[in-house]
């Protein structure tokens, strides 16, 4: 959903989704490796900022949501961060169905080149 040929995989038979980007989370150094099973908003906040940077609209996420709640995986584990699994993996999808991020944060303040060019422009 960032990045054009990123893909996650499916396993049926361990009902695993690894869902590349989507659910990484940024873990300190040290911290013990644990799967997430409840408390997600304790984790919300290691996940937040790169997932509205990166991912591309709230459209794209609610139907990549719409299809993790169709094959019903048993947990979902990214490439960077903590497995999710439990109410906490139905916590995140529910956090991930509403999330504003990446085109939708974008308001015509981000559209303004004179005014940064001629802020700029005694420094040139």
Request: charged share 20%.
């Amino acid at each position: 959903m960032h990045s054009v040929g990123n893909l996650g995989v499916y396993d049926p038979v361990s009902q695993i989704l690894f869902s590349g980007d989507i659910g990484a989370s940024l873990v300190p150094s040290g911290e013990a490796y644990r799967i997430i099973e409840d408390g997600f908003e304790a984790h919300m906040p290691r996940m937040q900022g790169f997932h509205r940077r990166y991912m591309t609209s709230n459209k794209v996420l609610r139907l990549w949501v719409e299809m993790v709640r169709e094959i019903s995986p048993a947990m979902i584990v990214p490439q960077h961060g903590f497995p999710l699994a439990g109410q906490a993996m139905k916590d995140f999808l529910a956090w991930l169905e509403g999330l504003e991020c990446g085109v939708d944060l974008l308001t015509s303040a981000d559209y303004q080149p004179w005014k940064s060019w001629k802020s700029r422009a005694g420094s040139i």
